[in-house]
């Protein structure tokens, strides 16, 4: 028996969405730029997508484009928002201490092309402070995550808006962890591009969006025809399709979470009740219902903490990978200030559907686990 | 557990494992990625190497996790490489890897892991003596004994440890590894000490981790202490040294000490090199020694071990060769054996 607890990772698809993709099984579509009635059938499915997605998030279908993931959607923000403001070079681009590392390459790729690229620090709770928002200079590409895929805190992105007001200041969020756990109003949240993914909502590895204002004529990252010229190349159908399906079964389901943040509290409770050394990191922010991101007591590191729970058959995470494979210390948590731990966290994540009895065996495996490290 | 490098003899070792039913999970180290200091990927956490181990595991159906121990590495390896070196010695990084990184903390993974025992494709055996002590030996496989590296093992350690290759040759374990169809059959042995990126020398490494603290240039004296020309840096001159010496003699000259409180590389001819006395320090015994034993000695990897009288004085041992062993280097092992066992060794600290 296996117990999965790394939907951050990559959240099982929704049974719903299988049953659409595999609708799909027989029909003869073509290409969605032909003019032909396989072309066209194939478009229809596309523009259902994009519709889907859009009523997901509040925002018109026009403004959705279709990429291959949430590092795409980050990248092409980026550069197009850059590119917008006459840059990259003399752009300044602003990138919240915690955000994903797809954001920070793609601020680095930025830099190498002259732009220069600042890190606004957050508190201990994981959140932006604000006095160094207040002093953003324009031209400016500044972003701003949603939830926090490693601790789940989320960012209050309107206020943070609010106080970035400037026509030259453009603001990115990555709401990859967001979207589909936390209800999303792309322009309540006043920002100029939002990123989000597929497979963490539901979907299929393979295809994800980047919401972009319809004011704004995003230039491309990969030049092309499709998705407006914002988005070069033949839109990948199967994942779109359910891509599409997965923001209308989300929908439907937003209420449900609040389960899951009943179960990760209870996640919390019987950690602090069993090992109390163990510490949540971000627990008083406000945090996305499923993630629960845990300092580990000495000598346990986080890295060899997943590989012992693996073998014990649960799914958990820790900070990010190199290359190689090798786990590194969470750029996360040291921003948040917890130097110490950051080589010894353990993201723990929930989906829709787990049940208790996961939890508690949760919490044994790694008392089990933390007995024989010591 | 097996620790894998990604070359064929971890690999057979876990395969041999796997195939006598244990249940086995491979693990690969990440060391030092040297990357980050400026001098490419050490060939030890290379990709190409993670990828070896990963598709071993993958076609014998185990588990493979890459292990960051990096820092582990740094402090218990590296640190010792520089200091040793800047010392003026020449540090035998292989030991202490082994002690202390794969099978120091390799065993306090497997506790965490829940696994019986740390295996590798070590050549080196361990056999159960008379008394039921366990007992370390060396490999079947003359060419690639590795025992002279394990030394620093405790008997306590060899309870949990397992060296599936000890009683093969490698010429068998290649075989093996094209019966088994494992991927990395025809990779080519590792010759080099593992974090030395490709193309690049120990001497590129000890620039880069030493920074500032590298010395500069200096002299080469003769054991007169003629001036008979300038060395780059003393640090990566070893005792016996021939080559690149940069100086022009019609004698035969290799290096017989560096002193690093002079910033010299002093050279000499062959039979200053000869040396009948070891001092010998940080020594870890396998046996309960007597006061003094008959050994044979080890002094370098690749050396025919010599008969020799050790005489246990606290901490540290003096041995007194039977013959005069050439050019023993100051931080290299010497390793005590009797016959084919490895009775304890420790760490040159001055020869005479």
């Known amino acids: 028996m296996r117990v999965y607890l790394d939907h951050n990772a990559t959240t099982f698809p929704l049974p719903e969405v299988w049953e659409k993709v595999l609708e799909l099984g027989g029909v003869r579509w073509g290409n969605p730029s032909s003019l032909h009635q396989e072309g066209r059938l194939a478009r229809s499915f596309v523009e259902e997508a994009r519709f889907r997605v859009a009523a997901l998030l509040a925002a018109s279908p026009q403004e959705v484009v279709f990429t291959s993931g949430g590092t795409e959607a980050n990248a092409l923000a980026l550069w197009g928002l850059a590119r917008l403001l006459g840059g990259p070079s003399g752009v300044r681009v602003y990138v919240g201490a915690t955000e994903h590392p797809s954001v920070f390459a793609a601020a680095e790729a930025l830099a190498g092309l002259g732009a220069s690229v600042e890190v606004l620090p957050v508190d201990e709770q994981g959140l932006l402070r604000r006095e160094p928002l207040a002093k953003v200079q324009p031209p400016a590409v500044v972003c701003v995550q949603l939830a926090n895929h490693e601790t789940g805190v989320l960012q209050p992105v309107e206020s943070w808006v609010a106080a970035l007001a400037h026509p030259k200041v453009l603001i990115h969020c990555d709401a990859v962890q967001a979207v589909g756990k936390v209800p999303v109003d792309f322009h309540q949240l ?122 014990e058959g649960f799914a958990v995470s820790s900070g990010p990978a190199c290359s190689s494979g090798a786990s590194l210390p969470s750029a996360v948590v040291r921003a948040m200030g917890f130097d110490e731990l950051a080589a010894r966290t353990l993201r723990v994540s929930l989906g829709l559907a787990t049940p208790r009895q996961e939890i508690d065996s949760f919490v044994s495996a790694l008392e089990r686990v933390l007995r024989r490290s010591r | 557990m097996v620790a894998m490098s990604g070359g064929v003899d971890s690999a057979v070792a876990c395969a041999l494992l796997a195939r006598q039913g244990h249940e086995v999970l491979g693990v690969t180290l990440h060391l030092a990625d040297l990357s980050r200091v400026g001098l490419g990927v050490s060939r030890c956490c290379s990709l190409d190497d993670v990828t070896n181990a990963r598709a071993v595991c993958t076609l014998l159906d185990v588990p493979h996790y890459v292990i960051n121990m990096e820092e582990t590495f740094h402090r218990e390896v590296l640190g010792l490489f520089v200091e040793g070196y800047l010392a003026g010695q020449t540090p035998s990084p292989c030991v202490r890897c082994n002690s202390r990184v794969k099978f120091g903390e390799l065993l306090r993974l497997a506790d965490t892991f829940g696994a019986d025992a740390v295996a590798s494709g070590h050549y080196a055996r361990i056999c159960r003596g ?105 640090v990566g001159f070893t005792v016996g040294q021939r080559r690149g010496l940069g100086v022009a003699s019609g004698r035969r000259l290799y290096v017989v000490a560096v002193r690093p409180e002079k910033n010299q590389v002093i050279v000499g001819e062959a039979p200053s090199l000869a040396k009948s006395f070891l001092e010998v320090r940080q020594v870890n015994w396998l046996i309960s020694p007597s006061p003094s034993l008959e050994v044979e000695v080890q002094v370098r990897s690749h050396h025919r071990a010599q008969a020799a009288l050790v005489e246990v004085n606290g901490q540290g041992v003096q041995v007194r060769l039977r013959e005069p062993v050439f050019a023993p280097a100051p931080g290299q092992a010497a390793v005590f054996y009797r016959g084919e066992r490895v009775l304890g060794g420790g760490f040159i600290t001055c020869a005479w």
């Open chain 1, 190 to 311: 006043g920002v100029h591009t939002l990123a989000l993914s597929a497979h963490k909502m539901g979907g299929f590895p393979g295809a994800g969006a980047l919401l972009v204002r319809s004011d704004l004529e995003l230039p491309a990252l990969v030049p092309g025809e499709q998705e407006l010229r914002r988005r070069g190349g033949t839109e990948p159908l199967l994942a779109v399709h359910a891509l599409g399906w997965a923001c209308h079964f989300v929908g439907e389901r937003i209420k449900l979470w609040a389960e899951v943040a009943t179960l990760r509290d209870y996640l919390e409770r019987l950690l602090k009740e069993r090992i109390p050394e163990v510490v949540v990191l971000g627990q008083k922010a406000s945090r996305v219902p499923n993630t629960s991101c845990l300092g580990l007591p000495p000598p346990l590191l986080g890295h060899v903490a997943v590989v012992a729970l693996d073998l």
């Open chain 2, 130 to 234: 008379e008394n039921g002590e366990l007992q370390l030996w060396r490999g079947v496989d003359r060419q690639k004994d590795q025992s002279y590296f394990l030394f620093e093992l405790t008997p306590e350690q060899l309870q949990r440890i397992m060296f599936p290759l000890g009683e093969m040759t490698k010429a068998h374990v290649r075989a093996l590894a094209v019966e088994m169809g494992l991927p990395n059959a025809a990779k080519p042995d590792s010759q080099e000490v593992c974090f030395v990126p490709e193309g690049k020398t120990y001497r590129d490494v000890l620039g880069k981790l030493a920074g500032s603290r590298l010395p500069g240039p200096g002299e080469v004296v003769d054991e007169e202490g003629h001036v008979l020309g300038r060395h780059p840096g003393f």
